[in-house]
């Protein structure tokens, strides 16, 4: 069974900085890729970044530079560094894990950036 827990969210004020943890179970490092989304009210979700089983990281343009997403498969975790974060990117972030089709998601935390 595939399961995926989020931790890390919280309050915080623009300019500051957050790590969002995720404990990824059930799913191969060597062969899954691993990312984070975001939902805000309104929105769709949308890809926040992504990371493959060979390392290659995809950023979304509102976040490169700021945030980076990085793994330990060696305790099955799922990072994201966010740094000099902004109001917009207040939202709920989702871990994720894909593997040639099905999409396995974690049950949310919530990021609030607000002065």
């Known amino acids: 069974q595939v399961q995926l827990v989020e931790s890390g969210g919280g309050l915080v004020q623009p300019g500051e900085s957050l790590r969002l943890s995720c404990v990824v179970s059930?799913?191969?490092?060597?062969?899954?890729?691993m990312g984070w989304h975001r939902q805000s009210p309104g929105k769709q979700r949308e890809l926040v970044a992504e990371i493959t089983a060979g390392g290659d990281t995809t950023y979304a343009d509102s976040v490169k530079g700021r945030f980076a997403i990085s793994t330990d498969a060696d305790n099955d975790m799922v990072y994201l560094q966010m740094d000099n974060l902004r109001p917009e990117d207040t939202a709920v972030y989702y871990c994720?894990?894909?593997?040639?089709?099905?999409?396995?998601w974690g049950q949310g935390t919530q990021v609030n950036v607000s002065s």
């Open positions: 059930g799913v191969s490092f060597i062969t899954y890729t």
């Open positions: 994720n894990t894909h593997f040639l089709g099905p999409q396995y």
